[in-house]
């Protein structure tokens, strides 16, 4: 995977600069020093092109990325001790020191400061801000049990409970070293200890952890979600880092090639890319999938914190070839036809015509192929014509024949009228017997043989009643 000029990193070091990388080979990466040297212990993103950087003597001040140049600087937190953690509120920057005050600088630099934790109790080491509520904020530390404070409301809204105790009956120690927010669910709410425990807290359902992993040889420094639903991923002090599932709370992969401590981890939330920075001075890019380390950065300095920020690539704009003027546009336009209803008329009636005269033409042209393709048709016609000629000439010699032929004519055609009256009334006998349900086919033949037989019996019947009728007059007489 070629990662050149797709991500710009910056990160920050224990001396207080700021170094920037975006991967190419062939650019050098950029250093910028702070004022006063002091080692960062905390970056966010203010907005798209600020960051905010806290150091360990209090002090918060600005990065701009475009000009890679510090801006302002903000000192009213000095006395409060090390910056552990920062956020930022619309326009006002929220500053969590390790005293244990959450300090809110407004945007005429007023101060109002919500107390955390009383010396006595423990230390505080991290914090961190949620990204769904950015009035919510989340601190831990040393014998300092998960807490989420509402900035708006300036109270606690949960309180973590102890781990409980051991099988000696022992209470079992929480030191967070790291706090991180699951992305889509505002109300969990995950940390790393120093004793090996990857914990997940609803402050909806209970004060006690819902989901537990314990790395019993292990010591976590760092921790940040996953691109994964509720996927951990948490380095340690030995130098390899764990992906854990925390749904089924067991380790998916591990890490390793870092020599020394995990200072800071980073995930994109796509894409599934990490990347990590170690006491080692090594920027390590690792792919999630594969394991495997995808670039490899030496950064000079003891690396502390890392912010990550994808390149966009503006699309390039097509210029066009202006080589066509508006006055050459004008000319062309001037000399266009302009085109009335009347005009358009015409142009159809036309178009018309032309179109009737080329189908016309088709028939002609597809009637002279079919002579052209039947030569026989072509010789069959002077024949006719011979006869039609031998005709008319016999006509002329023969002078009367004409009007004989006239009267056989007439003849033929009252012999062919009684023929036809005698079919149509054998064919209604047919239907006839049709319907009563016999053969068309064989009572044809028989209708026909009976009126052939019933003529001569119909003779016979009337001369033997001529010759009865003779013979009674004879013997009356």
Known sequence: ????????????????????????????????FAAEASEINSMIWKNETEILVGYKNGIVSTYDTITQKYGKIFDQCRDEGSVVGLG???????????????????????????????????????????????????????MNDVKLWDVEAKECIFKAKSMGHDHLNLPIKTSVRGITFIPGEPSLCCCATKEGHVLIYDERAQRRPVCKFLEPK??????TTA??????????????????????????????GTCGSVTSLLCDPVEPILFA???????????????????????????????????????????????????????????????SEETAK???AKAELN????????????????????????????KKTRKIKKNKDQSKKDGNSGTDKTEEN??????????????????????????????????????????????????????NKVKSKKLKNKILV
């Open 218 to 223: 292990a010591s976590f420094s760092s921790i």
């Open 88 to 142: 930022s509120f619309g326009k006002k920057i929220l500053v969590t020191s390790a005293k244990g005050k959450i300090n809110i600088i407004g945007p005429k630099n007023k101060i109002y400061s919500i107390v955390t934790l009383y010396p006595e109790n423990g230390t505080l080491e991290t914090s961190s801000q949620s990204m769904d509520r950015l009035n919510i904020i989340a601190t831990g530390g040393e």
């Open 355 to 382: 179109n009737k005269s080329q189908k016309d033409g088709d028939l002609n042209t597809d009637g002279n192929e079919e002579i052209s393709n039947n030569p026989e048709a072509v010789a069959e016609k002077p």
């Open 277 to 339: 920075t170690s006491l080692d001075r090594y920027l390590r890019i690792y792919n999630l999938d594969t394991k495997e380390i995808l670039n490899k950065q030496y950064l000079k300095q003891n690396l502390k914190r890392i912010l990550v920020k994808p390149i966009v690539k503006k699309e390039e704009e097509i210029v066009p070839n202006n080589k066509t003027t508006v006055d050459e546009f004008d000319e062309i336009f001037n000399n266009l036809e302009v085109i």
């Open 410 to 463: 007439s003849n033929n055609m009252e012999v062919v009228k009684d023929k036809s009256t005698k079919k149509r009334k054998i064919n209604k006998e047919n239907k006839v017997e049709m319907k009563k349900g016999g053969d068309p086919n064989t009572d044809r033949t028989e209708n026909n043989v009976e009126v052939i037989e019933e003529i001569p019996t119909k003779k016979l019947k009337l001369e």
């Open 1 to 32: 995977m070629d990662l050149n000029d797709k991500y710009s990193i910056y990160v920050g070091s224990a001396r207080g600069t700021i170094t920037y990388t975006d991967l190419n080979p062939e650019k050098k990466n950029h250093y910028e």
């Open 227 to 256: 691109y994964r639903e509720r996927n951990i991923l948490a380095g340690t002090t030995k130098g390899y880092i764990e992906y854990i599932d925390m749904k089924k709370g067991k380790c998916l992969r591990t890490f390793t």
């Open 346 to 348: 015409k142009q159809k």
